[in-house]
């Protein structure tokens, strides 16, 4: 960007400059207009929108690679090194790849909850392998590492359903002799001691939310101003009021080991998104909040093999159609529009990308651009500095003409338009917070000391 700022003409660097909120629309589309007729400029709008150097897609040459790395380290023992490398490779590959006659994302799963197993992390190994299977149903050794995994967890009932499915799957002799005999210490377990199913299949608690269990008034008073009131006790500990933020966005140094969508930090079996490389999620839901629903053709259970008796069909649907969290008309997929492989969502400063997605939020509420982006939120652009003025007409433009080129082409940006823009990138400039999170180990550490080994708490998000 700075080389395109160092060529603006004089003249319309003066006048955004000496611009207040008034002067935006004429400022915009001088500014504008002058870009659409700069080669630098649809040349760095190339770089960041353009499908041809998108670096942010998904690459099968790349996710093999650090798969057989994976298989690599697996072999040696090495099996945190082996998680690792198969978890880069998750991000890389490409959701309907074949590899060997089979889907190179289930393989990597199954890989994946092998390196779990060996490491003692049934819980997380159980959640890979039914991510397996959602992808690739008939997959035997997706189900006989799900059985295994049972089995440890003491889910013997399941454990037996899974193993009897892979070893009607498994189609060489030796294979099902080894499920035979999995399935054979299975049942002897059952017969000395019941049952007692432990229910760890993934499945987000993001999806029930608390509520707050009494009703709270809005009041005001001169001396205190705007607070809540209830007319009930409240006990301690109890959850009074929750609010979500508008909008959010993780900040690039965290993007490795935060969850996207939550901010949590991320568990040893991520979830990344299925159509590019840029997030990873801590769990289906995060990644189904944040990026929508997406579609694939699942085969029905009773497709899978003809010979499988109706108890382990019903089993097969359970575990195939997963229980997903119910997403209201009106919610957002928040990455939904920078799911393109391209660069922008990566390269651009996380305060821009945040206003893309407030644009897009504003966007799919009112079902058009031609809506004011309407934030009752205060601004400061009549005391920005002028250089920081210049860039937030920049980065106004180039947002929504990248939004333009690789989401929308309906998107027709205009002097109205990008002003709008300007003063949201001067709302969020002033109003954004930053989340932290406190590590419980932290919560007793006396004011003004912090523990050795570091600071007490991490700053995640604008």
């Known amino acids: 960007m700075e080389k395109l700022k160092s060529i603006i003409p004089d003249r319309i660097k003066r006048t955004i400059e000496e611009s207040g909120p008034e002067d935006l629309p004429s400022t915009c589309s001088t500014l504008l207009h002058w870009c659409l007729q700069t080669p630098l400029f649809h040349k760095i709008l190339g770089e960041l929108a353009g499908s041809d150097t998108a670096l942010c897609g998904k690459n099968m040459e790349a996710a093999l690679d650090f798969k057989r790395q994976g298989n690599s380290f697996f072999t040696k023992g090495d099996y945190a090194s082996a998680l690792h490398f198969y978890s880069k490779a998750l991000r890389l590959a490409p959701i309907d790849a074949q590899d060997m006659e089979k889907n190179l994302v289930a393989t990597l799963y199954v890989n994946r ?34 059985g295994v ?35 054979k210490e299975t049942r002897d377990k059952c017969r000395n001691k019941s049952s007692s199913v432990v229910h760890q299949d993934g499945r987000s608690q993001s999806c029930i939310d608390e509520k707050p269990k009494m009703k709270l ?5 001169p001396t205190k101003g705007r607070g809540l009131t209830t007319e009930v006790d409240i006990p301690e500990a109890t959850l009074v ?44 839901d995060c990644q189904l909040r ?24 019903k089993h097969i649907a359970e575990v195939i159609v997963t229980d997903r969290c119910k997403l209201d008309d009106n919610h957002f997929a928040e990455h939904r529009h920078e799911c393109k492989g391209v660069n922008w969502p990566a390269v651009l400063p996380p ?101 050795a080994g570091g600071p007490s708490s991490s700053t995640l998000e604008q």
Not at 124 to 132: G, I
Not at 154 to 182: F, Y
Not at 255 to 275: A, G, I, M, Q
Not at 377 to 401: C, G, M, R, W
Request: proline share 6%; net charge neutral.
């Open 149 to 183: 995994a049972n089995a440890a967890l003491g889910n013997n009932h399941h454990a037996t359903c899974d193993l009897k499915i892979s070893g009607i799957l498994e189609p060489s002799p030796s294979g099902k002799g080894h499920v035979e005999r999995e399935l």
């Open 351 to 451: 305060d821009i990308v945040l206003a893309g997605r407030i644009l897009c939020k504003a966007k799919h509420l009112a079902d058009s651009f031609e809506h004011q982006i309407a934030l009752d939120l205060a601004h400061n652009y009549a005391q920005t500095t002028p250089e920081d003025k210049l860039e937030f007409h920049i980065y106004a433009i180039v947002l929504l003409s990248c939004l333009q080129q690789s989401h929308d082409p309906k998107i027709q940006p205009d002097g109205v338009l990008i002003a709008q823009l300007v003063i949201l990138i001067s709302q969020i400039k002033v109003n954004s917070m930053a989340v932290v999170h406190m590590k419980s180990t932290d919560i007793n550490v006396a004011p003004g000391e912090s523990r």
């Open 217 to 221: 008034n809005i009041v005001h008073t």
């Open 241 to 284: 009021h929750t609010e979500q933020p508008y909008a959010m966005i993780i900040l690039k140094r965290f993007r490795d080991t935060y969850c996207h969508y939550c901010f949590k930090e991320l568990p040893v079996d991520v979830n990344p998104c299925p159509s590019c490389s840029i997030p990873v999620y801590c769990s289906q």
């Open 290 to 313: 944040a990026g929508g629903m997406f579609e694939r053709n699942i085969p029905k259970s009773n497709s899978i093999h003809k010979s499988i008796p109706d108890e382990l069909q």
């Open 113 to 146: 909850a092998s390196s779990l197993y060996k490491m003692d992390r049934l819980v997380e190994c159980l959640r890979d392998c039914n991510r397996a299977i959602v992808i690739s149903p008939s997959y035997a050794k997706a189900w006989y590492r799900r």
